[in-house]
């Protein structure tokens, strides 16, 4: 089996209920957009550049109520796609610290309606997902328990 089908299979099985979330982890460069891409275009499903996510209504929002109105601003958004499956791309732009975002948390909401699958830009260790930002100012760590990880060979 390629890697393109197996990352198939995974997402489909998510489909069916098996997990509503899934990371695909790779450091930059590895082709994590690449796959993600063509997955999409070949099962027609959607692929966004999390940017698309940060809408006027949401910048309006006191920054102590971001968190909590995130999934819902944002689940408007992904509603306006028709596909069940949902690939964002460029996930740490949801790591700006202005935003306070639990962006794990943010994810499990949205993915109550939709399958979502994102592009990690970091690694694994520790049953954490750990994003270190090139300039060290930026250090994120989620808790992978919950989530599929689907690593980028």
């Not at 930059?28 to 006027?56: F, H, N, Q, T, V």
């Not at 006191?62 to 944002?74: C, L, S, Y």
């Amino acid at each position: 089996m390629s890697q393109a089908e197996d990352f198939v299979n995974v997402v489909e099985a998510a489909q069916k209920g098996v997990n509503g979330v899934i990371f695909v982890i790779g450091k930059p460069g590895s082709g994590k957009s690449k796959i993600m891409r063509e997955a999409a275009e070949d099962k027609k499903w959607e692929y966004l550049d999390c940017r698309m996510l940060i809408s006027e209504e949401f910048l309006t929002v006191p920054q102590n109520g971001r968190n909590d109105k995130a999934p819902e601003i944002m689940g408007a958004i992904l509603d306006s796609y028709n596909s069940d499956v949902i690939m964002l791309d460029r996930l740490q732009t949801l790591f700006v610290p202005v935003f306070h975002l639990d962006v794990g948390s943010l994810l499990k909401k949205l993915s109550e309606k939709k399958v979502i699958v994102a592009a990690w830009p970091g690694y694994e260790k520790d049953g954490q997902l750990c994003y270190d930002k090139f300039d060290g100012t930026e250090s994120i760590r989620i808790p992978k328990a919950g989530f599929t990880v689907w690593n980028v060979d």
